[in-house]
């Protein structure tokens, strides 16, 4: 299994331009979520899915879209880009949500630059 | 609204150290608690997760204890190595929801 895969790594944007980052999983979960790390912060909670066609909120989305429309993909898009949305976005999975004995499983990352 | 912190926010010490790093929570209503490590420029390890009915886990040189009443968990590291070098973080998921909160974590560093 690759496990969790993201593309691209890095990405330049400039201000006003829209963007989709890939998130891929092989490992047939259910639970997908997209978090954001800023320097020196902790990871918060962009947007998350707990199945394939269904998505919500989570403590940052403003800014931001996700759509689920398989088990395997979970697009995050950015569609007018602002500085504020610079950061290292980090996709993960999981197979069954709070009640899993199994931990979260993280992408490498993404790394993006909007000047 | 649950916040997780991590005191200190960086750590150097000297290889063979036995090291304990702390993070605390205000809402004691988790389902369960993580540790995970972090390496520069690279996504997040899992390294021990331990449910709410649970007391400790232990992976190798590595034991994290929870406890819930106090909102507070400890993550032991014996015999540090520089290997060990990254930075640590804390996440609680509860009060309903599916959702991880973090802490800022904890920079590690260990100096041969």
């Known amino acids: 299994n690759a496990g969790v895969t993201q593309t691209p790594k890095f990405r330049i944007l400039k201000i006003g331009q829209s963007m989709t980052l890939q998130c891929t999983q092989d490992?047939?979960?259910?639970?997908m979520y997209w978090y954001r790390q800023d320097p020196g912060m902790g990871l918060k909670l962009i947007y998350y899915s707990v199945g394939a066609g269904i998505t919500d909120k989570g403590e940052v989305p403003n800014g931001y879209n996700v759509s689920r429309s398989t088990t395997e993909d979970f697009p995050l898009r950015l569609e007018l880009a602002a500085p504020s949305q610079t950061s290292v976005y980090f996709c993960?999975?999981?197979?069954?949500?709070?009640?899993?004995?199994?931990?979260?499983?993280f992408g490498p990352g993404t790394r993006l630059l909007v000047l | 609204k649950q916040e997780v912190t991590q005191i200190p926010a960086a750590l150097s010490v000297p290889e063979g150290e036995n090291l304990v790093l702390n993070c605390s929570f205000t809402d004691s209503a988790i389902y369960n608690l993580q540790w995970f490590r972090q390496d520069p420029g690279k996504g997040l390890t899992s390294l021990l997760l331990?449910?709410?009915?649970?007391r400790e886990q232990t992976s190798g040189r590595l034991n994290a204890s929870l406890d819930k009443s106090s909102g507070r968990s400890t993550l032991y590291i014996a015999a540090s190595q520089p290997g060990d070098s990254a930075t640590y973080l804390c996440?609680?998921?509860?009060?309903?929801?599916?959702?991880?909160?973090f802490g800022k974590g904890m920079k590690l560093t260990v100096n041969p």
């Open positions: 996440a609680v998921t509860g009060g309903g929801s599916e959702k991880l909160v």
């Open positions: 490992m047939n979960h259910n639970y």
């Open positions: 993960a999975s999981t197979p069954r949500g709070r009640d899993s004995q199994e931990t979260q499983y």
């Open positions: 331990i449910q709410s009915s649970q």
